[in-house]
């Protein structure tokens, strides 16, 4: 099972009951579920009390989770008893709910980030991603493809422009044409590890997987004028490549919302965090108090002025983004009544 992911981990924490095996999710299509385990790929249900105990949509198998299933010997049929606890996750809120979320995939030891450099870049996105990243527990990997489209000067200043906002994650660039960097993304993928790419539509994930796979396994998307791709994946699989690691292809994503991003952040931007330790307020705000490490580290050119703006701008989303539904509103509510009092107060005068 180790060649599947399986480690000590999860062997400490799995509690079939004795006429169950387990098996990992490989794909989740409507109501049925691809299983995989050391034989084989198989299909399978959960089980209706499973269904009758678990109604919010994180309690149900996402791809990469392992599961309790029961299979009857020559049988190719499963029936799935029990989801086992995620190691790591990707996930994000659902929209207006303040205990539901939607999970992208589970177990995953890294996830590749995926921007194209061709129209694509963009690091207020590619820090969001990082913090979801950092959130589910997972390690980051940065891809910029298409590099066959930029000119070499674009791309250094790209680079450049992230590891001056303090990211620290290895960052591969990579052309599906001329397979420039391949190699470099081949060296990183690991027998046994679990990575889940993810990125806008459009930017080359299923041609990479197609590549790393060394044939047309998944569709992949024709280009329009822009370099705007059109949502050419719809499922997430889990496969496992000749090297022995395991690729998660995932459709296009749009924005989402960043959740209980505090600890992902800090972690995203350790520099910061590490100064933060050196003010002279626990809760400094790094705007203006007296002994600010933080500002003192900008004003001396150790950190640059972007990368604490980034910093302040997404704890400040994110702590909007903690806020439940009901505060949200209050919130908003709140902002609503101080204008109309401010413009009041103006008219009186
Ligand atoms: N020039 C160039 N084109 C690329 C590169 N990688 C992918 N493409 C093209 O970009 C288009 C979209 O590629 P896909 O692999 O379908 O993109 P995707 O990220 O899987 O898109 P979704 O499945 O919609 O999320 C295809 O026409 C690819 O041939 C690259 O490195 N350079
Ligand atoms: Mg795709
Ligand atoms: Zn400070």
């Known amino acids: 099972?180790?060649?599947?992911?399986?480690?000590?981990?999860?062997?400490r924490r799995a509690d079939c009951k004795p006429t169950d095996?387990?098996?990992?999710?490989?794909?989740?299509?409507?109501?049925?579920?691809?299983?995989?385990?050391q034989i084989g790929q198989f299909r399978a249900k959960l089980a209706g009390s499973y269904l009758h105990r678990h109604h919010l949509s994180h309690e149900l198998p996402?791809?990469?989770?392992?599961?309790?299933?029961?299979?009857?010997?020559?049988e190719d049929f499963g029936v799935i008893h029990a989801l086992l606890e995620r190691r790591t996750s990707l996930?994000?809120?659902?929209?207006?709910?303040?205990?539901?979320?939607?999970?992208?995939?589970?177990?995953?030891?890294?996830?590749?980030?995926?921007?194209?450099?061709?129209?694509?870049?963009?690091?207020?996105?590619?820090?969001?991603?990082?913090?979801?990243?950092?959130?589910?527990?997972?390690?980051?990997?940065?891809?910029?493809?298409?590099s066959d489209l930029v000119e070499p000067a674009v791309l250094a200043a790209q680079l450049a422009e992230i590891r001056s906002a303090g990211i620290t994650a290895p960052i591969v660039p990579l052309s599906n044409i001329t397979r420039d960097g391949l190699d470099d993304l081949q060296r990183l993928l690991l027998p046994g590890k679990t990575y889940c790419f993810v990125g806008s539509s459009g930017v080359g994930k299923s041609t990479l997987i197609n590549q790393l796979i060394g044939r047309e396994k998944l569709e992949t998307g024709a280009v329009s004028g822009t370099g705007e791709g059109?949502?050419?994946?719809?499922?997430?699989?889990?496969?496992?490549?000749?090297?022995?690691?395991?690729?998660?292809?995932?459709?296009?994503?749009?924005?989402?919302?960043?959740?209980?991003?505090?600890?992902?952040i800090e972690g995203s931007y350790s520099g910061i965090t590490a100064l933060s330790s050196r003010c002279r307020y626990h809760d400094c705000s790094h705007t203006g108090e007296p002994g600010c490490a933080v500002l003192a580290a900008v004003d001396a050119g150790e950190i640059s002025r972007e990368a604490l703006e980034s910093f302040l701008k997404l704890k400040e989303e994110s702590a909007f983004n903690d806020m439940s539904y009901a505060e949200k509103r209050k919130k908003d509510r709140d902002f609503g009544r101080y204008i109309k009092s401010a413009k009041n107060d103006l008219r009186k005068r």
Not at 22 to 37: E, M
Not at 236 to 264: H, K, Q, S, T, Y
Request: proline share 2%; glycine share 10%.
């Open 91 to 146: 996930r994000r809120k659902s929209a207006g709910n303040v205990i539901e979320y939607q999970m992208i995939a589970a177990n995953l030891d890294y996830v590749v980030i995926v921007q194209s450099c061709h129209f694509d870049f963009n690091l207020n996105r590619l820090e969001r991603y990082l913090v979801m990243v950092m959130e589910g527990g997972a390690e980051p990997y940065i891809l910029l493809t298409k």
């Open 230 to 264: 059109r949502h050419t994946t719809v499922r997430r699989e889990l496969i496992r490549l000749d090297g022995g690691a395991l690729v998660i292809d995932n459709p296009g994503m749009r924005e989402f919302g960043i959740l209980g991003a505090e600890g992902g």
């Open 1 to 11: 099972m180790n060649e599947l992911g399986w480690n000590d981990w999860f062997a």
């Open 62 to 74: 996402c791809v990469g989770d392992w599961v309790c299933v029961e299979k009857q010997p020559g």
């Open 21 to 37: 095996t387990v098996a990992r999710v490989a794909a989740v299509d409507r109501d049925q579920l691809l299983l995989v385990d």
